[in-house]
């Protein structure tokens, strides 16, 4: 079984700072991918940041310049830095993982359970 244990969401004014942080753990044998999706209120879920087994990294537009993605391959883990936090960054955010289970297996897909991230004065 997989885990993906999400942690730092929660209340920030606006042009703060948070840093989201995404621990997987169990029955992977390799990562392809793991990042951050976001849903706001009423909306659709949208890209937010992901990086990938190579180190490739891909960004939602309204958050290029802000929000920075890195991974720790030591501890399975992925961090989502978001700087310059505006109200239209208020949404839950879910963390992502692509991976395999064995060296023949095809690519699954794996989420967390999301963590708030709400942006207000």
């Known amino acids: 079984q997989v885990q993906l244990v999400e942690s730092g969401g929660g209340l920030v004014q606006p042009g703060g700072s948070l840093r989201l942080s995404c621990a997987a753990s169990?029955?992977?044998?390799?990562?392809?991918?793991m990042g951050w999706y976001r849903q706001p209120p009423g909306k659709q879920r949208e890209l937010v940041a992901r990086?990938?087994?190579?180190?490739?990294?891909n960004y939602g537009d309204s958050v290029k310049g802000r929000f920075t993605i890195s991974r720790d391959n030591a501890k399975n883990t992925v961090y989502l830095q978001m700087n310059s936090l505006r109200p239209e960054d208020t949404a839950d955010y879910y963390c992502?993982?692509?991976?395999?289970?064995?060296?023949?297996?095809?690519?699954?897909?794996?989420w967390g359970q999301g963590t708030q991230v709400t942006v207000s004065s």
């Open positions: 992502n993982l692509g991976f395999r289970r064995s060296e023949r297996s095809g690519l699954e897909v794996h």
């Open positions: 169990g029955n992977i044998f390799g990562f392809v991918s």
């Open positions: 990086i990938t087994n190579g180190g490739g990294t």
